[in-house]
């Protein structure tokens, strides 16, 4: 009865009590219509209990066919209304779908949101490393950055840095001992060390051996050539992954540093060892441009600011090649030039060496100078003798002139005053004579002390009347002269001291040793002192203060050129009324030096 | 005493001259070996008192040149011969060599006297 689509009843009363009491109409979905021909009030209340549906009085065929065409009508709405109804309900399904897959999707974005910043986060930690570990300079400030790095896992134990020299022979730098490399030899009966390395087994076995102590598990890197990282670990199992993670992340970056690190220390040391041979060479050596800009030197170099200036003023930009020769105060320096080759635009680039000339002009400079004092002996000898001649004859005229003439008279005085030129002439010839005379000037090993010792018992009558010191405290006391001639120094320096003393004063005569290679001889005396207005002409040829029977003014000029010849020095220090010390200082000689100059 | 005095300097042989003659000496002067020479061979003096260089001729080649001095008796003098008045040089046969400069011309004459004998 529910596949029906109309149920038309058409039963006597008492018939329709009996299906009611079969069938309850209320559960029934179809229309139900009940016919009857005649009615009455308990079939209205049955109608209403029973949800009929239609009721029909009559039995009039149209309303009949008029309630089949409403129950078709409803039929069909029912039919719609379900298929609607199913319609809705798949599109709920639809809807529902998609929400399903929203809701995967927003998930699936959000997953990997998190990723991204996962990823970003890693991404950032490794850069950050990158800075830290680009400040490395050294390889201990590497080893630093990595233990700095990696000390969030705090089970990890030390860090290597290992340096495999050949089959024997390795170098570990290791923070927690020094900051320096260490020698080590490989274990005995490991020969494999660089395999074990470049493999990253046995490491483990091979630090126990190489440290003595046992050792954590390794975690090895090989970082550039013969160098690999190490570090020793005590991580569980589950901590390693995320560790080897991590390790490997920054593998790239340690390579990279350490082999930016690596390549400076081998140009920074190649670099120290030129610059060593470089500051070894005692020539001032630079680098320059065509404008004069210096950029590398040696040591020699920086020790003498005032050559480079010298140079620069004394050069033009077009002689920058010329080899030349530069004056440098006292000293004469030839500087090499030559050009380095240079890269078209760049500046041309010169190497400059200079070269000391000094001594060897110096020595040059001796040469002529004696030379030219031999030939002036040589003319000054002649021309002495040349003017002895005429003025014996005028000074022994002027004594027999003065033996015929009358004493006090005014032609007396005059032959007096023409006998004493004449004689003060001849001894300035004669002394001449004596500085010119290169008979003997042959200078050899002399000692100082025993020619002191022979000069003062000949000065033995002058110093009578004078206390005499000799303080010869020099140890070393040989030295190149030439001993007649020092010995005349001597006795002009005393005869001069004597000179000094109006009164009775004394004479002291000393020797010492100021540096090791020098000599120092003084010669003082109590006497007047030298006024400090004719210090500085003592020296000179012709200057004298004393009286002109006393001195004709060559002694101390010629003094001085004897102790020069000797490469001495000669000077004093005088205070008037206390007395004047007169100091030589010569070079010091030894047995087995040369000779002769 | 006939003195001969060959010096280039007249100054010299002036003085010299003049302080022997004072003490009585015949004295003939030569400014040159060669004018000397020619005194010398004339003159025949006791005692010659030669300058050992002079422009025209030395003292050894005047000696040479007169060969055979007789009586005559030489004094040489030098200021580039010796060291001290007195020293006789060794290669010339001479009886006393003088240095120039003189110191006293009157210590020189005593010399020649001596040295004459």
């Known amino acids: 009865m529910d596949s029906a689509s109309l149920i038309i009843i058409n039963l006597p009363k008492h018939e329709l009590d009996f299906i009611s009491g079969r069938i309850d109409f209320n559960l029934l979905t179809t229309p139900i219509v009940l016919t009857l021909s005649q009615a009455d009030i308990d079939i209205t209340e049955w109608i209403n209990q029973k949800n009929v549906s239609y009721f029909i009085q009559d039995e009039k065929v149209e309303t009949l066919d008029r309630l089949i065409d409403v129950a078709k009508t409803r039929i069909q709405r029912r039919t719609v209304i379900k298929q609607i109804a199913e319609q809705s309900k798949s599109a709920d399904q639809v809807v529902q779908d998609q929400e399903e897959q929203i809701i995967a999707k927003t998930l699936d974005i959000e997953l990997s949101n998190q990723e991204q910043n996962q990823k970003l986060k890693r991404e950032r930690q490794l850069l950050k490393f990158l800075k830290d570990i680009a400040l490395a300079d050294f390889y201990d400030s590497f080893l630093r950055s990595i233990k700095n790095e990696f000390k969030v896992f705090h089970a990890l134990g030390e860090i290597f840095l290992v340096e495999i020299k050949n089959e ?65 670990s005590h991580l569980s199992d589950i901590q390693n992954v995320p560790f080897q993670e991590f390790f490997s992340d920054r593998q790239e970056i340690l390579k990279m540093v350490f082999d930016k690190i690596d390549n400076e220390e081998k140009m920074n040391s190649f670099a120290f060892r030129w610059e060593k041979i470089f500051d070894f060479i005692k020539d001032p050596i630079a680098m320059i441009d065509e404008d004069y800009n210096v950029f590398a030197h040696n040591n020699a170099f920086d020790n003498r600011p005032e050559l480079f200036r010298c140079y620069q003023e004394q050069t033009k930009a077009s002689d920058l090649l010329k080899n030349r020769n530069i004056i440098v105060g006292d000293s004469s320096f030839d500087v090499l030039a030559f050009e380095v080759g240079t890269i078209d635009g760049a500046k041309r680039t010169f190497v400059l060496t200079f070269k000391d000339q000094t001594e060897s002009n110096q020595l040059q400079l001796e040469l002529i100078q004696k030379k ?29 002139l003065l033996n015929e003439a009358v004493p006090g008279t005014s032609t007396h005085k005059d032959l007096v005053e023409i006998e004493s030129a004449a004689h003060r002439s001849l001894s300035v010839i004669k002394n001449f004579i004596e500085f010119s005379d290169n008979k003997n000037t042959q200078i050899e090993l002399t000692d100082i002390h025993t020619l002191i010792e022979r000069t003062m018992p000949l000065m033995k009558t002058s110093l009578r009347n004078h206390v005499v010191a000799k ?44 540096t090791s290679t020098s000599l120092k001889i003084s010669v003082s005396d109590t006497g007047k002192g030298i006024p400090a207005s004719v210090q500085a002409l003592i020296f000179q040829p012709f200057f004298t203060t004393k009286e002109k029977t006393q001195g004709n003014g060559l002694g101390l000029s010629i003094v001085k050129s004897i102790v020069e010849s000797f490469r001495g020095k000669i000077y004093f220090t005088s205070a008037e009324g206390v007395g004047t010390q007169f100091h030589i200082e010569l070079p010091v000689a030894s047995r087995n030096e040369n000779t002769s100059h | 005493m006939k003195i001969l005095v060959i010096d280039d300097e007249v100054l010299i042989t002036m003085s010299l001259k003049r302080a022997l003659e004072k003490r009585g000496h015949t004295v003939e002067v030569a400014n040159g070996g060669v004018s000397g020479i020619e005194v010398w061979r004339r003159m025949k003096p006791d005692m010659v008192v030669l300058d050992f260089m002079m422009p025209d001729m030395n003292a050894d080649q005047v000696l040479s040149e007169i060969g055979d001095r007789g009586a005559s008796k030489v004094v040489l003098m030098s200021a580039y011969l010796g060291d001290k008045a007195g020293e006789k040089p060794p290669s010339l046969p001479i009886e006393l060599f003088i240095k120039k400069p003189f110191e006293n011309i009157f210590d020189i004459c005593d010399l020649i006297e001596k040295a004459a004998g």
């Open chain 1, 168 to 232: 024997q022979d390795l170098a570990v730098l290791n923070l927690k001992v020094s900051d320096l490399w260490r020698d080590h030899k490989v274990p005995s009966g490991d020969t494999q060390a660089l395999n074990d390395f470049m493999s990253g087994k046995n490491l483990s076995t091979f630090f126990a051996n190489l440290l003595q102590r046992p050792f954590g598990r390794s975690v090895s890197m090989h970082l550039k050539g013969n160098y690999f990282l190490i570090v020793e």
């Open chain 1, 471 to 514: 303080n010869l405290m020099a140890t070393k006391y040989s030295a190149q002269v030439n001993a007649p001639l020092f010995q005349q120094v001597l006795f002009n320096l005393i005869k001069n001291a004597i000179q000094a003393m109006s009164e009775k004063g004394r004479v002291s005569i000393d020797t010492e040793n100021p």
């Open chain 1, 372 to 400: 030219k004092m031999a030939t002036i002996g040589k003319l000054a000898g002649h021309l002495s003798h040349e003017l002895n001649n005429p003025l014996t004859g005028i000074r022994s005229m002027a004594q027999i």
